[in-house]
């Protein structure tokens, strides 16, 4: 219950708040179980805050999921029948956690609502009965540090974007040199991360192995298009020139910080688990896992794509073949996985924009 007197000194609280406030754009949800004291403060913020109201802590954790996007603050009352104020500030950190909480508690509770702090994500309590300073710079620092933390993750969502659509820029510009290549990185990428995430990879892992993937050929740019487009086989000398594009793509991100993590699996994708692969001959796990996965991902699209030399290999000539050389060109265990899920390979492979947007980590941090 908040210690209100009278009209004139909600209005004063309210002339503060509006003084200082931020913006006049937020909303703020104020839950109390006394009916005067929330129609005496909507009346005194209309116009300089958007303001919600709640009775009861239910109420007020409705009206905050029927609100979810625009609540930016919540002060609630702690002595209410139904929910105390902690529990239901507890509850509304759930749904949302981002939203500043502010707690109205009298002197003998603070040590109750100490435990509960923590669980509440509280912002601040203010002690009642209390100073209308106290509480409009509650709300006041409250809403800068809401302002802060959204224009924070809202330049981090946008730095998202630009490397993603600068990587799938440069993936496409790769593709594109070779029309029988188009589309290989993307669909190596998605058959990498169904298969991490089959694995239960963790999500930085997903994402690692998703980045590799769309990078695992950029070091191609550098190949001769004589040479990268050759409809025939290609000679020894050929083939030597094609086999620095592992460490040209490695050394192209290498000037990168955030691809760092990222570069072993680009190098040694063409390794193989019984050291015969290239560039440094690694062998069985010494051969980075990123790069085991993709190795798989990229031999099953190379033969179910059509080449200039050849046209594309069934899905099942494809899986039975990856089958036979678990153990010497591919980890066993990785091998068996892809197997085992092939049915989704397939439906990835008939359908690879769809299946990308669901498997995809980097497009679900930016959607
Ligand atoms: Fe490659």
Redesign the pocket.
């Known amino acids: 219950m908040f210690n209100v007197k009278n009209d004139f000194f909600l209005n004063s609280v309210g002339d503060l708040i509006s003084a200082t406030s931020v913006n006049n754009e937020h909303t703020i949800l104020i839950v109390d179980d006394e009916i005067n004291n929330l129609q005496l403060l909507k009346r005194t913020f209309r116009g300089k805050y958007n303001i919600l109201t709640a009775s009861n802590g239910l109420e007020g954790l409705e009206t905050l999921k029927n609100n979810i996007n625009d609540v930016s603050l919540i002060v609630s009352d702690h002595k209410m029948p139904i929910m105390e104020g902690t529990k239901f500030l507890e509850e509304a950190n759930k749904i949302a956690p981002d939203v500043i909480k502010i707690l109205l508690t009298g002197f003998s509770d603070v040590e109750i609502i100490t435990d509960a702090v923590n669980k509440c994500n509280l912002f601040q309590y203010v002690l009642k009965p209390f100073n209308p300073e106290e509480l409009q710079e509650a709300i006041r620092n409250g809403l800068n540090k809401f302002d802060l933390a959204s224009s924070k993750s809202l330049i981090l969502k946008d730095l998202k974007e630009l490397f993603y659509k600068t990587i799938k820029s440069i993936t496409s510009a790769l593709d594109a040199k070779d029309p029988y290549t188009h589309g290989h990185s993307m669909r190596v990428t998605l058959y990498s991360i169904i298969l991490a995430k089959e694995l239960n990879a963790p999500n930085n892992q997903l994402e690692s192995i998703e980045t590799a993937g769309l990078l695992?050929?950029i070091g191609k740019i550098a190949i001769p298009e004589s040479i990268l487009c050759k409809p025939g086989k290609l000679t020894d000398d050929e083939f030597n020139v094609m086999k620095t594009?592992?460490i040209n793509s490695e050394r192209l991100i290498a000037s990168i910080e955030r691809l760092h993590a990222v570069s072993p699996g680009v190098k040694h994708?063409?390794e193989r688990w019984d050291g015969k692969g290239y560039p440094d001959h690694l062998a069985g796990e010494d051969i980075p896992y990123s790069a085991r996965i993709i190795a798989i991902a990229?031999t099953y699209d190379a033969m179910t794509s059509t080449r200039s030399y050849r046209k594309a290999l069934d899905h099942e000539v494809a899986i039975a073949e990856i089958e036979k050389c678990a153990g010497a060109q591919f980890d066993p265990v990785l091998a068996k996985k892809f197997v085992e899920i092939q049915d989704i390979i397939k439906a990835a492979k008939d359908n690879p924009e769809e299946y990308y947007l669901k498997y995809s980590t980097l497009y679900k941090e930016i959607s």
């Open positions: 695992h050929d594009h592992p994708h063409h990229d």
